[in-house]
C-alpha cells in the first residue's frame, strides 16, 4: 500500500529535550516536506526537500532541522523544543517533476505537546 | 503575511444543503489552484483542483468556481452529506516556481444529518 508513515503519532515532551520525528515513504518520490498545522494558520511549510542531500527551508524553519540521506526518509528533527512548537505536525510527499499540478500525499499526522 | 485568504472558519450545513467555502489570492503568477480535504486524526488529501484557464471545474458532488480577475475561487459541496464533514484546505502554486503550495487557514464542515 503506498503510504506516508509518520513516527510517533503522539508525543509529550519537555521544554529542550531534542527529539526526532521520522518519516518515510514508499512511493518512490523525490520530493518530501514537513509542515505544521495549527488553528486559523492553515499547513505552514518548515522545510522540504527536492532529492537526497538536498534541502531547503520553507516558511517557518526556526527551530527545526531535517536531513535527507536516503530518499525514502525524512526525519524532522527538534534539537531544543519550545512551547511554541506545540502542533500538529505532518509529512508529504510527491513526484517531481510536475506535469499534473503534483498532488502531495500527506502521512496521518504526529501531535506534538511541549511543556 | 497569509498569501491565500480562507473563509469562513467554519460552517454548519443541514444535510442536503450546499457548502461554500472561499479563497482569496494575492499573487497573481499563482497558476494551480487545489483543493484538500481532511477528516479527523488524518492527513490532507487532495479533494479536487483547477487551473486559471477554465472557469469552472466539477467532481461529482464538488464544484471549483474560479474568478481570475477578482482573485478568487472557491469550492461548493453541492447537496452536503454527513460523511463530508471534514476540513478543507485551499491552496495555491507556481508550477515553474517547484509547486510549492501555500495554504489557506482551513475551514471546519460540519453536516448535520
Known amino acids: 500500500e503506498a503510504q506516508v508513515t509518520q513516527n510517533p503519532r503522539y508525543l509529550i515532551t519537555v521544554t529542550g529535550k531534542k527529539l526526532t520525528v521520522t518519516c518515510s515513504q514508499n512511493?518512490?518520490?523525490?520530493?518530501m516536506s514537513w509542515y505544521r498545522q495549527d488553528p486559523g494558520l492553515g499547513l505552514r511549510q518548515i522545510y522540504y526537500s527536492m532529492n537526497v542531500e538536498v534541502t531547503d527551508k520553507g516558511d517557518v524553519p526556526e527551530g527545526y532541522k531535517v536531513s535527507r540521506k536516503e530518499k525514502r526518509n525524512f526525519p524532522l528533527i527538534l534539537e531544543s523544543p519550545s512551547p511554541n512548537q506545540t502542533s500538529l505536525y505532518f509529512c508529504?510527499?510527491?513526484?517531481?517533476?510536475?506535469?499534473?499540478?503534483?498532488?502531495?500525499?500527506f502521512g496521518e499526522g504526529s501531535r506534538l505537546t511541549v511543556l | 503575511q497569509q498569501q491565500v485568504k480562507q473563509s469562513p472558519q467554519s460552517l454548519i450545513v443541514q444535510k442536503g444543503g450546499i457548502s461554500i467555502i472561499n479563497c482569496a489570492y494575492e499573487n497573481t503568477a499563482f497558476d494551480y489552484f487545489p483543493w484538500y480535504q481532511q477528516f479527523p486524526g488524518k492527513g490532507p488529501a487532495l479533494l479536487i483542483a483547477i487551473r486559471p484557464d477554465v472557469s469552472e471545474k466539477k467532481e461529482g458532488r464538488f464544484t471549483i468556481s474560479f474568478n481570475k480577475s477578482a482573485k478568487q475561487f472557491s469550492l461548493h459541496i453541492m447537496d452536503s452529506q454527513p460523511g463530508d464533514s471534514a476540513t478543507y484546505f485551499c491552496a495555491a502554486s507556481i508550477e515553474a516556481a517547484g509547486n510549492k503550495l501555500t495554504f489557506g487557514g482551513g475551514t471546519r464542515v460540519l453536516v448535520k444529518p
Open positions: 512511493m518512490n518520490h523525490e520530493y
Open positions: 508529504a510527499s510527491r513526484f517531481l517533476p510536475t506535469i499534473t499540478g503534483g498532488e502531495l500525499f
